[in-house]
């Protein structure tokens, strides 16, 4: 029974391949015995759960992590499954001088679950609508190591928010607050770091560097 079951999963693992989209996840050989506990082991919850990551469509993530959960709660898995999160990320996009807050997935296509492996657990999050396989090493399912959940979550937590901006160097923009407002120009520097944007302006038949912030400029 256990090695038709070790068969199944064996078939549905992901291609090796995949795993190269995600940064790290290589782990010790050693971890392999930990992936799914032998049959008639007696294991707590506490010495068992870990984190493995699921795989699935890039755009898909919070629908899985939907489906997942509403799996967890029919089939009565809370005591196996604890947690699904998907990395994310402040991002502020600024648009025509909006600025508007948007969470950017930091890996895409890529699930983290917190649970206890066995059979059924398994079987619950592999044959949830949209996951394509676990990541692991070779056909086995490969929990991350403690220090990498740490580092991942850590980084949900502090980095700061990241600016994306619909112009770059050479654009025709339009300054639209400010001394200059009205004023249009070319981008001639962009300072992620310091949200600052320079365009050069033409001013009394000069061209003039002007700094503002993202927010006094859009695209002309």
């Known amino acids: 029974m256990a ?3 070790n068969k199944k999963m064996n078939e549905k693992a992901m291609n090796p ?3 190269e989209q995600i940064p790290r996840i290589a782990a010790d050989p050693s971890e392999e015995s930990q992936a799914a ?3 008639g082991r007696s294991t707590t919850p506490d010495q068992a759960r870990q984190w493995f990551v699921i795989h699935c469509y890039s755009g898909y993530e919070n629908k899985v992590r939907k489906n997942l959960e509403q799996r967890i709660e029919t089939m009565g898995m ?3 499954i604890f947690d699904v999160v998907i990395p994310t990320q402040e991002e502020i996009e600024v648009r025509d001088g909006k600025r508007r807050t948007v969470e950017r997935h930091v890996f895409p296509g890529y699930v983290l679950v917190n649970m206890v ?3 059924d657990s398994w079987f ?10 676990f990541v692991g090493m070779g056909d ?20 700061a928010p990241t600016y994306k901006v619909s112009y770059k160097l050479g654009d025709r923009v339009r300054i639209v607050d400010g001394p200059f407002n009205d004023f249009r120009g070319t981008v001639a520097e962009i300072n992620m770091e310091r949200s600052k944007i320079r365009v050069m302006v033409n001013f009394f038949g000069r061209e003039t560097p002007v700094e503002l912030d993202f927010l006094q400029v859009e695209k002309a």
Do not use: F, H, Y
Request: charge should be negative; avoid cysteine; aromatic fraction near 0%.
């Open 17 to 19: 391949a995949e795993e």
């Open 117 to 119: 492996l066995g059979e």
């Open 140 to 159: 086995e399912p490969t929990p991350l190591r403690p220090e990498e959940v740490a580092q991942i979550l850590r980084r949900m937590e502090d980095e």
């Open 37 to 39: 506990p032998a049959a």
């Open 124 to 133: 619950v999050v592999r044959n949830t609508p949209g996951v394509t396989g």
């Open 3 to 5: 090695e038709s079951s």
């Open 78 to 80: 809370k005591d196996k």
